[in-house]
C-alpha cells in the first residue's frame, strides 16, 4: 500500500494526541473515585473530539484521494457523498 500525507494529518496526530491525554485523565478519574457526572462530562467530551477528528480526515480523504481519482462521471456521485457526510 502506497504511503501519502494529507495536509491535514500532522493536525489530526495532534488532535489524536490531546484525547489521548484526556482519556488517561478520564481513567484517573474514575481511579480516584471523582463523581460520575464529572466523569461521564469528559467522556463526553473526549467521544466528540474523536468523532470530530474522524470527520476531519474521512472528508480530507474523500476531498484528495476519491474526487481527484474520479472521472467526470463519477464526481456528481462524489459531490453527492460529500454532501452526506456532513451528517454523520
Known amino acids: 500500500m502506497a504511503q501519502h500525507e494529507h495536509q491535514s494529518h500532522?493536525?489530526?496526530?495532534?488532535r489524536l494526541r490531546r484525547i489521548?491525554?484526556?482519556?488517561?485523565s478520564i481513567a484517573a478519574m474514575i481511579e480516584s473515585k471523582r463523581s460520575c457526572v464529572d466523569v461521564a462530562q469528559q467522556l463526553a467530551a473526549a467521544t466528540s473530539a474523536l468523532a470530530s477528528a474522524k470527520d476531519t480526515f474521512i472528508r480530507d480523504h474523500i476531498d484528495h484521494c476519491l474526487v481527484g481519482a474520479a472521472g467526470s462521471d463519477?464526481?456528481?456521485?462524489?459531490?453527492?457523498?460529500?454532501a452526506i457526510t456532513k451528517f454523520l
Open 10 to 14: 500532522p493536525e489530526i496526530v495532534k
Open 20 to 24: 489521548e491525554g484526556q482519556v488517561r
Open 74 to 82: 463519477q464526481r456528481d456521485q462524489l459531490s453527492e457523498l460529500k
